[in-house]
Nanobody
């Protein structure tokens, strides 16, 4: 059974930083592309970032480009999202996801979702 468990969310002031982690189990992690999505209250879930199985390529939503960095450690079965220069509009529940390739991440054709971790950015 595939499990994705996010952690690292919390309350931070605008301009601050947080690092989210997503620990994966029940899958051969190094064979999966991984992604981060977020969902603000009353909004649809949106793509944030993706990384290929090797970590060689990354993709970002325009709204986070230059501020967020996705990375992975295949030895630890973990994907990270480093979030800097946070803004109040980054407030959302952040979810990690797994898929066979990055194209599937971008099209939300996903094999597994986590339960999410809440990030709140105060102004």
């Amino acid at each position: 059974q595939v499990q994705l468990v996010e952690s690292g969310g919390g309350l931070v002031q605008a301009g601050g930083s947080l690092r989210l982690s997503c620990a994966a189990s029940g899958l051969i992690f190094s064979r999966y592309a991984m992604g981060w999505f977020r969902q603000a209250p009353g909004a649809e879930r949106e793509f944030v970032a993706a990384i290929t199985w090797s970590g060689g390529s990354t993709y970002y939503a325009d709204s986070v480009k230059g501020r967020f960095t996705i990375s992975r450690d295949n030895a630890k079965n973990t994907v990270y999202l480093q979030m800097n220069s946070l803004k109040p509009e980054d407030t959302a529940v952040y979810y990690c996801a797994a898929a066979g390739n990055s194209r599937q991440i971008l099209s939300k054709t996903l094999d597994a979702w986590g339960q999410g971790t809440l990030v709140t950015v105060s102004s």
